[in-house]
């Protein structure tokens, strides 16, 4: 799978993780482990940033300032703290 092809197969994954998420523990949520539903939901949020994070990095790659560039690594570095710490 070349590299765009795989980055649309991330984001169709993680819109389906987040999707059966969502019908889980709203319509079978009695059904599931609502640990197991918080896992899937992570996965597919952790699946989500990255592909945000790609294409930001392409856009900020392509700026001739070096400001994009920090900021950017500013914002992703922001990203992964909140979401390590459960605040996302």
């Known amino acids: 799978?070349?590299?765009?092809?795989?980055?649309?197969?991330?984001?169709?994954?993680?819109?389906?993780?987040?999707?059966?998420?969502?019908?889980?523990?709203?319509?079978?949520?009695?059904?599931v482990n609502p640990q197991i539903l918080s896992v899937l939901n992570l996965v597919a949020q952790i699946i989500a940033y990255t592909i945000t994070a790609v294409f930001a990095f392409f856009f900020a790659k392509s700026k001739r300032s070096n400001v994009w560039m920090i900021c950017y690594i500013i914002f992703v570095i922001l990203i992964i703290v909140f979401l390590v710490l459960g605040v996302i």
């Open 1 to 31: 799978m070349k590299g765009k092809n795989f980055v649309n197969f991330l984001a169709y994954l993680s819109v389906a993780l987040i999707a059966i998420v969502l019908i889980f523990s709203r319509l079978l949520g009695w059904l």
